[in-house]
């Protein structure tokens, strides 16, 4: 059909072109982001730095030894209640290498690093559109481009350095997807070991690749030609491939356990499943509304409404994608299928952490398919008065959300994190003038709880890219973001209570030691220098915690922090009996 002169824009190849000049425009900001959180301990590891990982395996937090864990927690930057055998260990060779390459040829200019990873993201955005103009090349094909390209979940998968590796997971990736799909749909024998290959250089990217080989499966259960006995001898090679890598992942010794963020599907599936039925709503409010599914990090009281939501937008599509099936082609109905459960798919092995949009780039690719059936079905039933009405407004909501919202959020973010940056550069500043550090490598600095959760301990980290020699020790005695109260309890003692909730249960707090885990009351840790026990708990976890140290509390090998007006600066410990209020 040909299409209509008012929607020429709306067509393949200048769509492709328009798309990509939009992901540029949108994600070029972001070269002036600078580092941000983990990319600190990555430069640190690039630089000789002493870790868990090293410059080829930058992405080993903790590897499930607790004779090689205990350094980081006796000397942080772990916090005391880390669960001894903790792992949290990725494999992502060519992502690792590839920041190695970085640190060559731009050292700590993050400019370069940027450049590099929005080259990433355009090759992502032109290889979805060489996808879509194969096998769907009208106008459902060009509007799910473009959604794409400015969608605004991909932010932090563009912006933030350490978490490029989703894009070099997914673009080898998914032009193995298309390579599979030459093969299946062309006939062309010798696009499937270029298919394996691109699978292969996914995987060596991370797990994001996983992603792909879902719609891989869902091409050959809903998509693919033949019968379903073709169909099975077709998806053998990449299921091999795919099964191999995990035999291989696991054997490395990578993977997750004892963290209550990040969990094991095989090894955990009661938990990964129960977790699954909370999560997966979240993340197609994301999907579906560009709701910010990193709001859960605000705390449980955001959870159900954010819940609520995404299930209110599945069901919203769901109605308004049954009202357009009719008007769709038959070669669009069966793309649109396998690409709708290449979608759902996809989702699954995200759910294996908290919710964040950035997890959204592989389940997008189908996603946004199923927005832009119904935008494009809305746009053309206008003739017709907007009927039925409902769609009108249903299609409005997702125009509103996705054309609208979805870019702003680019810019929204941009200023928001050069913002944070701008506030925190003081705290930076102060702790310069706070500490000696002639004398810092002999001190232990314990952190009093300040009101940016887990920014305590990132501090050292950034601070050790700022010149700051590594001190003794450096103890952050909580992250929960509820208000502190301290007591002094002996020469050599303090107290910490919370005047409403619990200690561990802030989603970051359980990065480092699931609930399966609980401390109860009575519990020890015992760190060199410093043993916490846990005096009050119930069910919901600790409520008051003790903290003895080997020397009294005014010794000059031991720095206290406090927060006050804003920065985080030296503090004198109150007098034996005394109860304080910390700011929050």
């Given at each position: ?9 709306l067509?393949f ?18 070269v ?21 990982g ?26 005391w ?9 990725f ?53 799910a ?12 998968v ?5 978490n ?53 499966l ?25 099964l ?33 039925l ?36 599945l069901?919203?599509?769901g109605?308004?994608?049954r009202a ?12 649109s ?19 964040s949009?950035?997890l959204l ?9 199923a ?24 299609a ?6 996705h ?8 810019p929204?973010?941009?200023?928001a ?5 701008l ?29 940016l959760?887990?920014?305590a301990m990132?501090?050292p ?24 109260v ?9 107290e ?40 009050e ?47 929050q």
């Amino acid at each position: 059909m040909e299409t209509p002169p008012r929607s020429r824009w709306l067509a393949f190849p200048r769509v492709l072109w328009l798309s990509l000049l939009a992901a540029l425009l949108l994600v070029l900001p972001t070269v002036w982001m600078g580092f941000i959180s983990d990319d600190f301990g990555h430069l640190l590891i690039l630089e000789g730095q002493p870790n868990l990982g090293s410059p080829y395996d930058l992405f080993r937090f903790a590897n499930g030894d607790p004779a090689a864990l205990r350094p980081m927690v006796d000397r942080g930057p772990y916090p005391w209640w880390t669960l001894p055998e903790l792992k949290l260990a990725f494999w992502r060779p060519l992502s690792s290498a590839l920041a190695v390459l970085d640190h060559g040829l731009f050292g700590r200019d993050a400019r370069g690093w940027h450049l590099h990873s929005i080259a990433w993201y355009l090759a992502m955005v032109a290889l979805f559109g060489v996808l879509l103009r194969r096998f769907l090349p009208g106008a459902i094909g060009a509007l799910a481009l473009f959604l794409f390209a400015i969608d605004g979940s991909h932010f932090m998968v563009a912006g933030w350095l350490a978490n490029r590796n989703a894009l070099v997971a997914a673009v080898p990736a998914l032009f193995g997807l298309w390579m599979h799909l030459e093969w299946r749909e062309a006939r062309r024998p010798w696009a499937l070991p270029l298919s394996l290959a691109g699978l292969s250089v996914g995987l060596l990217g991370g797990e994001t690749a996983l992603g792909l080989f879902a719609y891989v499966l869902a091409y050959e259960l809903l998509g693919a030609p033949g019968p379903i006995k073709e169909r099975l001898r077709s998806i053998a090679p990449a299921a091999l491939l795919g099964l191999g890598y995990l035999v291989l992942y696991k054997a490395r010794g990578h993977g997750a356990y004892g963290s209550g963020s990040y969990m094991d599907p095989l090894g955990e599936p009661g938990r990964f499943l129960l977790g699954a039925l909370v999560k997966l709503p979240v993340l197609l409010g994301g999907l579906v509304l560009e709701v910010p599914a990193d709001i859960w990090l605000v705390g449980p009281s955001v959870h159900l409404p954010l819940v609520v939501l995404g299930l209110f937008g599945l069901g919203l599509l769901g109605v308004l994608v049954r009202a357009a099936w009719p008007s769709l082609t038959g070669d669009e109905r069966r793309h649109s299928r396998w690409l709708f459960l290449g979608a759902a798919l996809s989702l699954l092995p995200v759910l294996a952490t908290f919710p964040s949009n950035r997890l959204l780039l592989v389940p997008g690719l189908g996603g946004l398919v199923a927005v832009a059936v119904v935008l494009v079905y809305a746009w053309r039933s206008r003739a017709r008065g907007w009927r039925p009405r409902g769609v009108a407004v249903g299609a409005g909501v997702l125009a509103l959300t996705h054309l609208v919202l979805a870019p702003l959020l680019w810019p929204v973010m941009v200023l928001a994190i050069r913002q944070a940056n701008l506030q925190t550069q003081p705290v930076f500043q102060t702790l310069e003038t706070e500490l000696d550090y002639t004398r810092l490598p002999e001190q232990r600095v314990v952190v009093l709880p300040i009101p940016l959760p887990g920014f305590a301990m990132y501090l050292p980290m950034i601070q050790g890219t700022r010149g700051m020699p590594r001190p003794r020790a450096w103890w952050a005695l909580s992250m929960s973001p509820e208000p502190h109260v301290l007591t002094r309890t002996g020469p050599n003692s303090l107290e910490l209570s919370l005047t409403q909730g619990r200690f561990l249960t802030h989603e970051l707090e359980r990065v480092f030691r699931s609930p399966t885990y609980p401390l109860p009351q009575g519990a020890r840790v015992e760190l060199e220098g410093m043993t916490v026990t846990v005096l009050e708990a119930d069910a919901e976890g600790p409520k008051r915690l003790g903290f003895d140290f080997d020397v009294p509390l005014e010794d000059p090998s031991l720095v206290l922090l406090a927060w006050k007006d804003g920065l985080l600066r030296r503090t004198t410990p109150p007098p034996v009996g005394e109860r304080v209020a910390l700011s929050q």
